[in-house]
């Protein structure tokens, strides 16, 4: 299965690639029903390396299952060839190095030194870097043996990673899109906010802010980055858990337009930041009041969220357009106040757009949004 991509988000999506699972690091637990899923995978793991394998320690192959079971397929695959190329290198190579020399203290450090100068050369992730170290360590610290024994415990590695494999590939599964679309909404509920939360607190104060006192929607700005980076993690999420996903069908047709979605909010929350900080330098300071009033930008900023209703969703709503007709009655009221507002603060200081500058960006600012909220249907 491939993910339908477009130039427009697909810095968004994982490569999902060689390079890409050798970086896949654990999920975590995850649900109950995955913790059973890892239990009974163990189990088989454990059943199957004593039954065929001739290790004197049958561990490696449930030890292998317990680390490589994942919540994705691609997840379990790129934890389960970290761990069995690790393991096969750090396993073979020691066991050659501790039969050449013996087992003494120089010998034991050089060989964990290069194991982990070789671990940190590979671009993997530090789970499967550590792969290799531990594996030398652990034979090491058993001293010398048969090449044939140590073979074994490679071969009990790769019954573990096979088990780990067909325990998530036969009934993987399902990847949930709606925990991708709670935070698409959590993102968009603090953008929309946020811009609110501008235009409530901007030329409200009874004395003027302190040179380095920050209005308290600057704290709300400053988390937009983090929910979205939240969304963009849930995005990627689910690209993984449907790639190689019997379960997935259906799911993957709607990521392309995810990713467009999440592309177009970032752009408007981009803006919005913008926009906060221009409001942020511009009202509640000393000297001469804002050329642009408070009232004038609470106006403005209340037309703009009732086109983002339209554009993107009210509240607990999905992040899409409700009624397109209207959206475009409410994007042609708001052009036409953003530049009337513009005209008239320019002829109130009598043509001098200097004095009114950061009034004038801070309307600029808002056209921008709009423009970006009329684009974001296409």
């Not at 030194?113 to 058993?142: T, Y």
């Not at 752009?267 to 509640?284: E, M, P, T």
């Amino acid at each position: 299965m491939t993910v339908n991509r477009s130039q427009d988000a697909d810095d968004l999506l994982p490569d999902l690639d060689l390079a890409d699972v050798l970086r896949q690091r654990p999920l975590g637990l995850g649900s109950v029903r995955h913790v059973v899923r890892i239990a009974i995978a163990v189990t088989v793991s454990m059943v199957v390396a004593l039954a065929i394998s001739q290790s004197t320690l049958g561990i490696f192959a449930p030890i292998t299952t317990l680390i490589v079971v994942q919540s994705t397929p691609w997840t379990t695959l790129g934890l389960s060839i970290q761990r069995i190329l690790g393991t096969g290198i750090g396993v073979l190579v020691a066991s050659l190095w501790v039969n050449l020399v013996g087992l003494t203290w120089w010998s034991f450090l050089l060989g964990v030194l290069v194991a982990l100068l070789v671990a940190r050369a590979l671009p993997w992730s530090l789970g499967g870097q550590l792969q290799i170290p531990v594996a030398v360590v652990f034979v090491l610290a058993l001293g010398a043996g048969s090449l044939s024994a140590d073979l074994w415990r490679v071969f009990d590695v790769i019954i573990g990673g096979a088990i780990g494999l067909l325990a998530v590939f036969v009934y993987p599964p399902r990847p949930k899109p709606e925990v991708f679309e709670a935070a698409l909404r959590a993102y968009r509920d603090g953008v929309v906010q946020t811009l609110a939360s501008v235009a409530d607190e901007s030329g409200t104060h009874a004395e003027p802010l302190a040179e380095n006192e920050l209005h308290d929607y600057v704290a709300r700005s400053r988390r937009l980055r983090d929910l979205a980076d939240a969304a963009r993690t849930e995005l990627v999420r689910l690209v993984e858990g449907s790639h190689l996903n019997l379960r997935a069908r259906g799911v993957q047709d709607g990521i392309e337009d995810m990713a467009a979605r999440l592309r177009r909010l970032t752009g408007i929350g981009v803006q919005v930041r913008g926009i906060v900080g221009a409001a942020n330098r511009l009202y509640d300071r000393e000297g001469l009041p804002a050329i642009l009033s408070g009232d004038d930008l609470r106006l403005l900023v209340a037309k703009e969220v009732t086109v983002m209703d339209v554009v993107l969703g009210g509240p607990g709503m999905p992040v899409r357009g409700t009624d397109a007709q209207l959206a475009e009655v409410l994007d042609l009221d708001l052009a036409a106040a953003l530049r009337e507002t513009a005209d008239r603060v320019v002829k109130d200081k009598g043509g001098g757009v200097g004095s009114v500058l950061e009034s004038v960006s801070l309307i600029e600012r808002l056209d921008h949004v709009r423009a970006q909220l009329a684009d974001y249907p296409k």
